[in-house]
C-alpha cells in the first residue's frame, strides 16, 4: 500500500530573532544567505536615545550617594551631639548631687539647688533630644539607602537597554529571511518584531505534510518515506516518519493529520 501526501519543506529548527527594544534600525550585518556564527552582530538599533538614559541614570545614582554621604555625615554629628549631651547631663547630675550635700550642710540656699536641678533635667532633655534627633537621622539614611539601590537598579536597566540595541545571532545558522531594511523604525512596545529568521542548520530539513484523515491510520513512526520535490525533478529522497500529530486540520470540511 501507498500513501501519497503533499507539504513543505521546511528546516528542523527555525528561529525568530527580534528586539527587545523600539528605535530607528542604523545599521545591518547580515541579509538572506548569509551565514552566521552564534553570537555574532547581525543589526544595530540608534544607540543615540538610550546613551542618552544610560548617562541621565548614571547622574541620578551619583545624586543619591552624596544625599547618602550627606546624611551619614549627620549622623555622625548626631552621635557627636548624643555624646556631648551625655557628657553635659553627667556633669549637671554631679553638680546637683554636691548642692544637695551643701545644702544638708546649710552651706548653700535651696535656690542653688533648685538650679543645679534644673540645669539636670535641661541637660537630660538636650539628651533625649539628640537621640531622638539620631533615631531619625538612621531612617532618613535607610530611606537614601533605598534610594541608591532604586537609581542603582535603573541603572543598569538603562545599560541593559543600551546593550540591546545590538542585535546578535542566539545560534549558528543561515538567514532565511530578512524582515527590515536600515533607516526603518521597529516598535517593541506590545510584542517583539521579528527581524531575522535563521535556520540552524539547514543539512537537516524536515518534511511536514498533510495527510488525509482515510490514510492516517496506516502511517507508524518510523516507517520509511520517499518524497520527491520540485526543484530537483526525477530525484527520490529517503527519510523515516517521525512525528504524527494528533491535532486535526479542517480545511472547507476535508479533515487532515
Known amino acids: 500500500m501507498t500513501v501519497s501526501a503533499t507539504g513543505q519543506v521546511n528546516p528542523v529548527t527555525t528561529v525568530q530573532v527580534g528586539s527587545q527594544v523600539s ?15 552564534a553570537g555574532q552582530v547581525i543589526a544595530r ?20 550617594r552624596a544625599n547618602l554621604a550627606v546624611q551619614q ?3 555622625a554629628e548626631y552621635r557627636a551631639e548624643i555624646a556631648g549631651a551625655t557628657a553635659a547631663l553627667k556633669d549637671a547630675a554631679a553638680e546637683h548631687a554636691r548642692q544637695g550635700t551643701l545644702l544638708s550642710r546649710r552651706v548653700v540656699a535651696q535656690s542653688a539647688v533648685d538650679r543645679a536641678l534644673a540645669a539636670r533635667d535641661q541637660a537630660r532633655a538636650r539628651k533625649l533630644s539628640a537621640e531622638a534627633k539620631l533615631a531619625k537621622q538612621r531612617a532618613q539614611i535607610g530611606s537614601a539607602r533605598a534610594q ?12 541593559l537597554d543600551l546593550e540591546r540595541t545590538v542585535i546578535r ?5 543561515v538567514v532565511i529571511g530578512r524582515n527590515v531594511d536600515i533607516g526603518q523604525t521597529v516598535a517593541a512596545s506590545l510584542q517583539a518584531p521579528v527581524l531575522f529568521t535563521i535556520a540552524e542548520d539547514l543539512r537537516s530539513m524536515q518534511v ?4 488525509d484523515e482515510a490514510d492516517i491510520g496506516r502511517l507508524r513512526e518510523r516507517q520509511q518515506v520517499r518524497f520527491t520535490v520540485d526543484a530537483y525533478a526525477g530525484r ?15 480545511v472547507s470540511n476535508v479533515v487532515t493529520y
Open 23 to 37: 528605535g530607528q534600525i542604523a545599521e545591518l550585518l547580515a541579509d538572506f544567505n548569509t551565514e552566521v556564527a
Open 45 to 64: 538599533i540608534d544607540p543615540q536615545t538610550f546613551a542618552a538614559r544610560l548617562a541621565a541614570a548614571r547622574a541620578d545614582l551619583a545624586f543619591a
Open 73 to 75: 555625615a549627620a549622623l
Open 148 to 159: 541608591v539601590e532604586s537609581r542603582q537598579a535603573a541603572l543598569n536597566e538603562r545599560r
Open 169 to 173: 545571532s542566539p545560534v549558528a545558522g
Open 208 to 211: 511536514e505534510v498533510s495527510v
Open 236 to 250: 527520490n529522497f529517503a527519510g523515516r516518519v517521525r512525528q504524527i500529530r494528533k491535532a486535526a486540520n479542517v
